[in-house]
């Protein structure tokens, strides 16, 4: 095996790098002797199962001992008992046993007196963390994410002095944060700086973190942390990422709960009932990058507070009660990020957007289900995902077109408007766009023949317009429609046999969102026509 013709090669390496090498079996028994210089050791991505790291535990020189995706089916106590058994448990400062098969519960490793990391996420590990686990006096990084562990976080890890990042998310915990913040809140509160409580039970109300003095990255998210946040507390001060979204939690924030955080540039308060009345001449100590306050209660003015704002990447204010004209402040902003989301959708938010010179592209605009009015500016068509229904949008869709557009759109939504005139003649410009929705306008003329060269689009739906003649030829090249929708226009003619060959496509009933409707100049009946391999009710009726 490698670890025997390793042993008779050399007795003076420092590193061995073996991963990715579907390696199985015993090691070489007299391998953890030989190798007595030794300090790291990297066997992830092969077969090992426990039985084969017996020859490990006699590397007295070993600092990194990296077993992650293997196959170590055992339980843990019995592993970490049998890495205690000899030398190793003095010398090794990182264990990663990620991504395996590993059963049983946590237990004492205090016995690994060097022991500065210790993972352990993505296994079987179960039950309660007993109360009486000790944690290594170094220890700096612990992570036990993506377990099925119950109960509460021990006391003894709030003494852990050297602890620097604590992931017990995806666990199942269930404690109140509260009695968890207090078991944490030993001198391990001087030094932790990240703690992920995430995807768990947890449930009561936010405390006060503001003991807490070097805590910068805290995610609470996706719990059912509930009740008003107490208008005395505050966060962490040198906090840089805070993450509570999607809980119960109620209340208001003020600018007091954010009044030290100058460090902050991760902010998501996202789903919850949380109300934000920050005073009118208040200017944050921080800035933001990312901004996610979704379903929050911001209304019904826009916030004032967002003008200090200038280098967030990422904004989510969508769904927030605000009533009011967009400031003429905002829009310059956007420009000023090469790359950035922003949805800003299911307000009431009123006026027209200018037009931002702007070389930018964007991931993601979402404007959608406002009263937006007016034309849709020439920038926006540099968003890879661009999202404007059920706005007052009207005029013509020219921003579309120009020498100077650039061809990354992928998703395009702009049905329920106003929108008039021919649909533009300048769809090899975008050829990326797989969905494209012009539903609900005032469109006419004719399907323009360009439109057959966006072959990766999945959906075209173009219902209630009034577009008249026929379908283009062209569009008998797509090879990946799934959803198509003329129903509710003026076309004539025949329904091209070519559709019969499109066996990906959704044919469903009028209840359904996807309808296979055509409407026929002067001709009202209802006929069964065969598609290929595709039979169902066509519906032709007079305009």
């Not at 999202?387 to 939504?413: E, T």
């Not at 649909?423 to 050829?431: T, V």
Request: charged residues 15%; glycine residues 6%.
């Amino acid at each position: 095996m490698v670890f025997q013709w390793v042993s008779n090669m050399t007795s003076n390496l420092v590193e061995l790098d073996l991963r990715y090498n579907q390696l199985e079996g015993s090691t070489s028994s007299n391998f953890g002797i030989v190798m007595n210089s030794l300090r790291h050791l990297l066997l992830s991505n092969n077969y090992l199962k426990a039985k084969d790291l017996k020859s490990f535990i006699n590397i007295c020189t070993l600092h990194s001992l990296y077993l992650t995706l293997n196959n170590l089916t055992e339980d843990l106590p019995s592993i970490l008992g049998n890495l205690s058994s000899g030398c190793v448990r003095h010398s090794l400062q990182e264990l990663d046993l990620s991504g395996n098969y590993i059963t049983g519960t946590l237990s004492d490793i205090s016995v690994f007196s060097s022991l500065k990391s210790f993972f352990l996420f993505g296994n079987l590990l179960s039950g309660r963390i007993p109360e009486g686990m000790k944690l290594p006096s170094t220890l700096e990084d612990l992570s036990v994410r993506s377990n099925s562990l119950q109960g509460r976080i021990p006391k003894s890890f709030g003494n852990a002095c050297s602890l620097l990042s604590l992931d017990i998310s995806n666990t199942g915990l269930s404690d109140e944060l509260p009695i968890i913040i207090s078991h944490l809140s030993g001198c391990a509160r001087y030094s932790l700086q990240e703690l992920y409580q995430n995807m768990n039970q947890i449930n009561g109300r936010i405390p006060d973190f503001s003991t807490f003095t070097s805590l910068k990255i805290l995610y609470l998210d996706n719990n059912k942390l509930n009740g008003e946040i107490p208008m005395d507390i505050q966060f962490a001060p040198k906090l840089e990422k805070l993450y509570i979204n999607s809980n119960s939690l109620k209340g208001v924030l003020t600018d007091y709960h954010f009044a030290n955080m100058s460090k902050l540039e991760y902010l998501d308060l996202s789903d919850n009932s949380l109300g934000l009345a920050f005073n009118q001449n208040w200017v944050p100590p921080f800035q933001l990058l990312s901004i996610y306050l979704r379903s929050c209660q911001l209304g019904p003015t826009f916030p004032m507070w967002l003008q200090t704002q200038n280098k967030f990447v990422h904004i989510d204010i969508s769904n927030t009660t605000i009533s009011d004209i967009v400031p003429e402040w905002f829009w310059p902003k956007l420009p000023l990020q090469k790359v950035m989301t922003m949805n800003i959708s299911y307000n009431s938010l009123q006026g027209t957007i200018p037009n931002v010179s702007s070389t930018y592209i964007s991931i993601s605009m979402q404007l959608g289900s406002n009263q937006f009015e007016g034309s849709i500016p020439l920038f926006l068509r540099n968003s890879r995902i661009l999202g404007l229904s059920k706005n007052k949008f009207s005029n013509r869709i020219s921003f579309l077109c120009g020498d100077d557009a650039i061809p990354i759109q992928v998703y395009l939504d702009i049905s329920y408007n106003q929108l008039s005139g021919d649909i533009p003649d300048c769809w090899k410009q975008i050829n990326s766009l797989i969905y494209l929705d012009l539903s609900y306008n005032n469109f006419s003329g004719r399907i323009p023949t360009s439109i057959g060269w966006l072959l990766d689009l999945e959906a075209l739906l173009l219902r209630n317009n009034n577009l008249v003649e026929g379908i283009p030829l062209s569009i008998r090249n797509y090879t990946k429609l799934v959803m198509f929708d003329l129903s509710e226009n003026r076309l004539s003619g025949s329904i091209p046999d070519w559709i019969g060959t499109k066996t990906k496509l959704q044919i469903e009933s009028e209840k359904e969102s996807i309808l296979w409707e055509f409407t026929i100049n002067g001709l009202l009946s209802k006929k069964s026509s065969s598609f290929g391999s595709l039979t169902k009710q066509l519906i032709w009726k007079n305009s």
